[in-house]
């Protein structure tokens, strides 16, 4: 176990190491904004990933937005996001970003973009503009480790089990129970096959979609059935319960593009205006650990957003989880909130946090106040439905 343990993590860090990990960010926007309740006064804090939700709560006015991720390539795409919010008109805007492609993306990138962005950025887009934005054959959403898993699953769509035109009848639905009808009578069978269970179940397989192995044992504590028992009822919920006119997470895995109508809010021509003057001078973005820069941020965090991070902590560093909600604690404004998602179906992890407050040493769990009732009723309505649990936290001052 050791041995397969210690494989996995290597494969884990070449995967996170040396790529652009995320494309697009998986979690739901929607449901952050009524759990947050942002307002002009807030400070945000937000792992990147992507930089989509980033961009998301900034629309809604809240005093900053700080954008936080280890991976600077996260960042340089949310500079790039920025750069070409601010610069280029809509329709270049959404080309790009919504659908992935665009045939001028390298001028419009050398001529307009790049003097906006970072040294480190610009040397990262210099050698990937092209090939990530620029191919006719392969959308950006398509790129990167998470979109190299959804050309896979798109491949096997397409050339082995020739589902195509089903999947696309059930995105294009505007019925939820012709959408249900359609994925059991037509889709579940002929896509759940044991070649694709087999896949799904490889410790590889889920490095390319960022899960650790230590998110791996999350789920596999508490889901009967195991990960791919988890990942087979997530779909079913995704197909056969929400509708998907409005979801557009599954809509880009599963075409590598956006629509007009089926987008994040950065995407949609009726924000644009607001994110080209406003929303993108409101987000700071900052190439570090959570902790770190904590650290070294001057003022305080009124919500933090911790996405799933949480879960890669819970193992074998579990004192640099400890050490983070120190850093969270002394940074926090009155009245904090705090939002994180995990694989597993609860995270009894948090309950061996202790952190230092007034002198003395106390459980974390002490000073968290839990709005359970709320977290179920907007996780069951959550469009990705890849987590198992959902958390809405108020910090006590």
């Known amino acids: ?25 998986w979690e739901d926007p929607r449901l952050d904004r009524e759990a947050l309740e942002i307002s002009s006064k807030d400070d945000v804090l937000v792992i990147t990933s992507a930089g989509c939700n980033a961009l998301d709560y ?5 005093n ?13 795409l949310l500079e790039l996001k920025i750069a070409a919010a601010k610069k280029l008109n809509y329709d270049d805007f959404f080309q790009i970003f919504g659908n992935g492609y665009h045939p001028q993306a390298e001028s419009i990138y050398k001529d307009t973009l790049r003097s906006e962005i970072s040294n480190w950025s610009q040397g990262y887009w210099d050698k990937l503009l ?21 050309k896979m699953i798109n491949f096997y769509i397409d050339r082995v089990i020739k589902a195509r035109p089903i999947v696309n009848r059930l995105l294009d639905c505007q019925d939820l129970e012709e959408q249900r009808q359609i994925y059991h009578n037509e889709l579940h069978d002929k896509f759940w096959t044991k070649s694709l269970r087999f896949f799904l179940n490889r410790d590889t397989t889920l490095s390319l979609l960022g899960v650790p192995k230590a998110q791996r044992r999350q789920v596999e504590k508490d889901y009967k059935g ?73 003022g305080t965090i009124s919500r933090y957003v911790l996405l799933d991070h949480m879960d890669w902590l ?22 904090t909130k705090v939002i994180w998602r995990s694989g597993g179906l609860n995270t009894d992890f948090i309950s ?23 977290s179920n009723q907007l996780h069951e309505k959550d469009r990705v439905h890849t987590y198992g649990s959902f958390y809405i936290t108020d910090l006590a001052a």
């Open 1 to 25: 176990m050791a041995a397969f343990d210690w494989l996995s993590g290597k494969v884990f860090k070449m995967v996170h190491g040396n790529n652009l990990v995320y494309n697009t960010c």
């Open 58 to 62: 900034s629309l809604l006015r809240p």
């Open 64 to 76: 900053s937005v700080q954008a936080v991720d280890m991976n600077p390539r996260q960042n340089a």
């Open 130 to 150: 092209k090939k990530f934005f620029a191919n006719s054959k392969r959308s950006f959403y398509f790129r990167g480790t998470s979109g190299g898993f959804a």
């Open 226 to 298: 195991g990960i791919v028992q988890f990942m087979h009822d997530c779909l079913e919920a995704v197909f056969a319960k929400l509708p998907m006119t409005d979801n557009y997470f599954w809509r880009v895995y599963l075409t590598g593009r956006y629509t007009q109508k089926c987008c994040p809010e950065y995407l949609k021509e009726t924000n644009f205006e607001q994110l080209k003057t406003d929303a993108v001078n409101r987000l700071h973005i900052h190439t570090n650990s959570v902790e770190d820069f904590l650290k070294l941020y001057r």
């Open 314 to 335: 819970s193992d074998k560093y579990f004192p640099l989880l400890e050490s983070e909600w120190q850093a969270i604690m002394e940074k926090a404004a009155p009245e």
């Open 352 to 374: 061996r946090v202790n952190i230092t407050k007034n002198g003395q040493k106390q459980s974390l769990d002490s000073l968290l106040t839990y709005h359970p009732q709320l």
